[in-house]
């Protein structure tokens, strides 16, 4: 029987509608939303002859709006739980930040640093693909193991290898991938894509996340990876809005992993190709597989076209090349 996780999310009530459709593209499910002025409104409704109300229902006229949710005490759950985190620390750094209020996470029967680091309980090692075996820095190897070894700590990153959009991207690149590659990880999270990329033969990676401590993160698995420094550069920040951090980016590249949420991926599609090689790949991921068609469609209006699309769960991830 599987435990569950309530969490809530404190906002406003003009962001309600924008927050519940973001945290769906980033799985989940269903929500509870609780709104002081739509109950106003309800109170206010002149049609409506109120004789009694209860007073637990009366207590939503002065409550905070909030989304609640709840997530699997599991792995998966864990994984979903750093996504989420993510978005809110974006949505925290947008210029409209204020729209969407405080943005106060908590999570119900359990503290949220307690939960954020239960998930170490979950994460063992196991194989990727055909070629990649990931564990976490605690945990021993076999005595016998003829896979590549990419070591992953992912803290409050996403990015473990179990969630399926990331095994997805993981899975996709094999038949892509190169020796001296030059990768581009947009929403790098702990940087296991570009990492592993890079334990494979790829030759240099630049990692670009909106979150400082995904930034952080994915530089120190990159050392624990024996990266060099110099190979893996890592910046934060909004390519869609800061054209100086584009500069830095630069182009030439033979491969793009972009393991965001679908509207993070429209917003992007027309910038894509201005970072790829002729001949280079997009592999995309995130999608909820009922927005895939829309992702796709609006990356075949910038150039791109489809090689490949898996799906696994509820979930979508692309390979794509520019068209000819």
């Known amino acids: 029987m599987t435990d569950w996780i309530e969490v809530k999310i404190i906002t406003e009530t003009p962001a309600l509608e924008i927050l519940c459709a973001l945290l769906t593209d980033s799985g989940v499910k269903g929500f509870v939303t609780q709104d002081k002025e739509s109950f106003q409104e309800f109170l206010d409704d002149k049609e409506g002859k109120w004789d009694y109300i209860d007073e637990d229902l009366m207590q939503l006229s002065s409550c905070d709006t909030s989304v609640t949710f709840y997530l699997p005490d599991d792995a998966q759950g864990a994984e979903q739980f750093a996504s989420v985190k993510n978005l809110l620390e974006t949505l925290k750094n947008r210029e409209d930040a204020a729209f ?42 076999p005595e016998t193991i003829d896979r590549t070894v990419l070591e992953i700590d992912p803290a409050s990153s996403f990015g473990t290898g179990q969630h399926h959009t990331t095994r997805l991207c993981l899975e996709l690149s094999e038949s892509v991938l190169k020796e001296h590659d030059r990768i581009l990880d947009l929403g790098c999270g702990s940087g296991i894509l570009s990492i592993g990329a890079m334990l494979l033969g790829a030759d240099e990676t630049c990692a670009v996340d909106i979150v400082d401590n995904s930034v952080r993160t994915a530089l120190e698995n990159a050392q624990k990876n024996h990266i060099r420094p110099e190979a893996y550069r890592a910046y934060c920040g909004d390519i869609c809005s800061n054209p100086e951090l584009r500069q830095k980016i630069g182009t030439g590249y033979d491969l793009i992993y972009a393991n965001i949420v679908a509207d993070v991926l429209i917003a992007m599609a027309g910038l894509f190709g201005s970072f790829l090689k002729s001949t280079g790949y997009l592999i995309v991921s995130g999608i909820i597989i009922e927005r895939a068609d829309e992702v796709l469609n609006e990356l075949e209006k910038h150039g791109f076209e489809k090689i490949t699309v898996k799906e696994k769960e509820g979930w979508a991830a692309a390979l794509l090349k520019q068209k000819a």
């Open 100 to 141: 969407f209020g405080s943005l106060a996470l908590s999570c119900n029967n359990v503290k949220e640093d307690d939960w954020a680091n239960n998930w170490k309980q979950y994460f063992k090692p196991f194989p990727v693909g055909e070629k990649l075996y990931i564990k976490p820095s605690w945990e021993p190897l």
